[in-house]
């Protein structure tokens, strides 16, 4: 063989094989339902005054009660946040000038729970507050959950199974894995994911006089997807 035909061994494969290392290519794929390990509920908190300084301060003491509320649930609670605030002048309709009419206030919070018994009962106090609007749950699984192990997991075995089940229908056998990838990992990242979907929302303006009953909330079931592909080359099969 001269130097020109000496075959380079810095070149790649090519991607379907030889005839002495013919290649399989399969997806693995795994769907899982299992249980929200997290759930979030989003706690708007309003005032309304005829000047800005008894409106901010009604905001704030609202805001108050419903940090302290929540906290009250001590390790239910995982996660507390403050979003957006806000302080609006609303003008008067009629007349010139730029007479202010009444000022608006609101504060977003969202909390963060694991416990869901402990979830309705704070859903439910926090609707029975004055001018204070709930949202949600949303239900989540944590972005470590060993859920999404599991599914990468059986994923891998169902491309393992079904690269065997090509190579028996040749009267043949596996030999060695040659890439193991998941779907898109070499092409542009995804879009980031939605939020969960949002099961109920719940909006009050008054509060009443007895602490309601608290809300039956149903956690909403999560699906986990995964999906890979593999290359597999075979012992050479006798056709």
């Given amino acids: 063989m001269t130097a020109a035909s000496t075959p380079d061994a810095s070149q790649p494969?090519?991607?379907?094989?030889?005839?002495?290392?013919?290649?399989?290519?399969?997806?693995?794929?795994?769907?899982?339902?299992v249980d929200p390990e997290i759930a979030r509920i989003g706690i708007t908190v309003a005032a309304?005054?005829?000047?800005?300084?008894?409106?901010?301060?009604?905001?704030?003491?609202?805001?108050?009660?419903?940090?302290?509320?929540?906290?009250?649930?001590?390790?239910?609670?995982?996660?507390?946040?403050?979003?957006?605030?806000?302080?609006?002048?609303?003008?008067?309709?009629?007349?010139?000038?730029?007479?202010?009419?009444?000022?608006h206030g609101s504060v977003r919070v969202t909390a963060e729970l694991t416990d869901f018994t402990a979830l309705g009962e704070l859903t439910t106090r926090l609707a029975d507050l004055d001018l204070t609007r709930v949202d949600g749950p949303w239900?989540?699984?944590?972005?470590?959950?060993?859920?999404?192990?599991?599914?990468?997991?059986?994923?891998?075995?169902?491309?393992?199974?079904?690269?065997?089940?090509?190579?028996?229908?040749?009267?043949?056998?596996?030999?060695?894995?040659?890439?193991?990838?998941?779907?898109?990992?070499?092409?542009?990242?995804?879009?980031?994911?939605?939020?969960?979907?949002?099961?109920?929302?719940?909006a009050f303006a008054g509060a009443a006089e007895d602490t309601p009953a608290p809300l039956d909330l149903e956690p909403q079931r999560q699906r986990v997807h995964a999906a890979i592909n593999a290359r597999f080359t075979m012992v050479p099969p006798r056709l």
């Fill in 48 to 103: 309304r005054g005829r000047d800005r300084r008894s409106a901010l301060d009604d905001l704030t003491r609202r805001n108050t009660g419903v940090l302290d509320l929540v906290k009250s649930y001590g390790d239910a609670v995982e996660r507390l946040e403050t979003g957006a605030f806000s302080i609006t002048p609303e003008l008067a309709r009629h007349g010139r000038g730029e007479r202010v009419r009444t000022y």
């Fill in 13 to 33: 494969a090519v991607p379907y094989g030889t005839p002495e290392a013919p290649r399989i290519a399969v997806r693995g794929e795994a769907r899982l339902e």
């Fill in 139 to 202: 239900w989540a699984l944590r972005p470590d959950s060993p859920a999404h192990r599991e599914a990468r997991k059986k994923a891998v075995r169902e491309a393992v199974q079904r690269a065997r089940e090509y190579a028996d229908a040749l009267g043949t056998s596996l030999s060695a894995l040659v890439e193991l990838a998941d779907i898109g990992a070499e092409s542009a990242p995804p879009a980031y994911p939605q939020a969960p979907g949002r099961m109920r929302s719940a």
